[in-house]
Antibody, heavy 118, light 110 residues
Framework: QVQLVQSGPEVKKPGSSVRVSCQAS????????FGWVRQAPGHGLDWMGS????????NYAQKFQGRVTLSADKYTSTVYMELRGLRSEDTATYYC???????????WGQGTPVTVSS | QSALTQTPSASGSPGHSVTISCTGT?????????VAWYQQHPGRAPKLIIY???KRPSGVPDRFSGSKSGNTASLTVSGLRSDDEADYFC??????????FGTGTKVTVL
C-alpha cells in the first residue's frame, strides 16, 4: 500500500503563496489519483482538488479555482499543492490523500500545518 | 458545493451503540453509492473506516457499519469502546470528479 509523507509546517504572510509537498512510496505515482483536503482549526474537512499525475488536468473545487495548482514530479514521486493569495482564513492543516476507485480517500499523509499571519 | 450536514455531537456509554447521520442532496449522497466515513483522533490524520456506503476496509472491526436512505447516510458504532471517542466525517462523490465532506460529528464515550 502507498505511504504518503508531507513537508513540514509553514508560516506565511498574507498575500504570499505556499507549496506543500507529499512524497509517495509503495507504487508508481501515475497509478494513483491524489486528492488534497484541508482542515481549519476546529473545523471539518474541505476537499480542494484531485488529479492523476501526468494524466489529464487536475480538477479543483470551485472555491479554490484560480488560487490552487496541483502538480507532480515523477523523478521524486512527489505531488505538490500550491495555494496563492493567502489570507488568514487559509490557516489550516493540509492533507494529501490517495483517492480510491471507490471514490474514497483511502490513504492519508500526516498533514502539514500552514499558518497565515502578518 | 455545500458541505454535507452532520450532527455536531453524539455520545453513548461503553458497550452501547451510537448512530451518526450525514445529510446531503440528490446530487451527491442521493445520487451515488460512494459514501465514505472517516475516524479522526485529535492531532491525527483521518482514517477510512467505511467506503461505498457499507463496506469496511481490511482491519476495521465489524462494530462499524454504514447505511444509506435517500439523501442521508448513517454510521453506527456498536459496542462502544473508549478509543472510539473521536471525530467522524462522511464524504460523498458529487459527480464530475468532485467530492464533498461532512461537517463532522464528535463522538464522546461516557
Amino acid at each position: 500500500q502507498v505511504q504518503l509523507v508531507q513537508s513540514g509546517p509553514e508560516v506565511k504572510k498574507p498575500g504570499s503563496s505556499v507549496r506543500v509537498s507529499c512524497q509517495a512510496s509503495g507504487g508508481t505515482l501515475s497509478s494513483y489519483t491524489f486528492g488534497w483536503v484541508r482542515q481549519a482549526p476546529g473545523h471539518g474537512l474541505d476537499w480542494m482538488g484531485s488529479f492523476i499525475p501526468f494524466f489529464g488536468t487536475p480538477n479543483y473545487a470551485q472555491k479554490f479555482q484560480g488560487r490552487v495548482t496541483l502538480s507532480a514530479d515523477k523523478y521524486t514521486s512527489t505531488v505538490y499543492m500550491e495555494l496563492r493569495g493567502l489570507r488568514s482564513e487559509d490557516t489550516a492543516t493540509y492533507y494529501c490523500a490517495t483517492v480510491g476507485v471507490t471514490r474514497d480517500f483511502d490513504f492519508w499523509g500526516q498533514g502539514t500545518p500552514v499558518t497565515v499571519s502578518s | 458545493q455545500s458541505a454535507l450536514t452532520q450532527t455536531p455531537s453524539a455520545s453513548g456509554s461503553p458497550g452501547h451503540s451510537v448512530t451518526i447521520s450525514c445529510t446531503g442532496t440528490s446530487s451527491d449522497v442521493g445520487a451515488y453509492n460512494y459514501v465514505a466515513w472517516y475516524q479522526q483522533h485529535p492531532g491525527r490524520a483521518p482514517k477510512l473506516i467505511i467506503y461505498e456506503v457499507t463496506k469496511r476496509p481490511s482491519g476495521v472491526p465489524d462494530r462499524f457499519s454504514g447505511s444509506k436512505s435517500g439523501n442521508t447516510a448513517s454510521l453506527t458504532v456498536s459496542g462502544l469502546r473508549s478509543d472510539d471517542e473521536a471525530d467522524y466525517f462522511c464524504s460523498s462523490y458529487a459527480g464530475n470528479d468532485n467530492y464533498v465532506f461532512g461537517t463532522g460529528t464528535k463522538v464522546t464515550v461516557l
